[in-house]
């Protein structure tokens, strides 16, 4: 009987180690920026709308910092274009860069389709301790981040899952 026992905690504890083993490493992906997720969102600060200013109230944002000399960043273009239209009730995509309003304008290719701005001073940014782009965070309608990171890490990719998965719990509520 006593063996018996010996062996279901260790079963039990190996299972449980296991698990959370898994959760952690599931919720500590490596970010290169200061960590929002789920905290209020820093203030959306441009300088310029380089778009015409997208009315995100009540809407889930995206928004990356990107570049236009970081080839992820534009990589990522066409993706966030899809998740722009797929989404475009319920959300709104924001490229927000350090870089002109004429640097912008010089890159055609890929075109971006969902709203532009520049902060060269680069406030949000700062705010956010970026050191390392696309940094993408995905904030509720409530102004409280949900998802953040490099959205093509592996196994922790930004993906319309994602997006759909972030929309749904929240309409839960």
């Not at 789920?38 to 109230?57: C, D, F, G, L, T």
Request: glycine fraction near 6%; proline fraction near 5%.
């Amino acid at each position: 009987m006593l063996k018996q026992k010996s062996i279901l905690i260790l079963f039990l504890s190996v299972f449980f180690l296991g698990i959370g083993s898994t959760m952690t490493y599931s919720q500590n992906k490596t970010i290169y920026a200061k960590s929002y997720l789920n905290q209020k969102a820093p203030e959306i600060i441009v300088e310029k709308w380089i778009s015409e200013k997208p009315n995100y109230k009540g809407k889930f944002i995206i928004i990356d910092y990107w570049a236009t000399w970081c080839k992820p960043c534009v990589r990522l273009i066409p993706e966030l274009n899809t998740f722009s239209k797929e989404f475009k009730k319920d959300l709104i995509v924001i490229g927000l860069t350090a870089e002109t309003e004429d640097k912008v304008s010089k890159m055609t290719s890929p075109k971006i389709e969902y709203s532009i701005a520049s902060d060269p001073k680069g406030r949000m940014s700062k705010q956010l301790e970026i050191r390392g782009i696309p940094h993408v965070i995905v904030i509720d309608p409530d102004g409280i981040v949900r998802w953040e990171g490099f959205p093509a890490l592996q196994g922790h990719e930004l993906t319309e899952k994602v997006i759909e998965n972030l929309i749904k719990d929240y309409k839960k509520k």
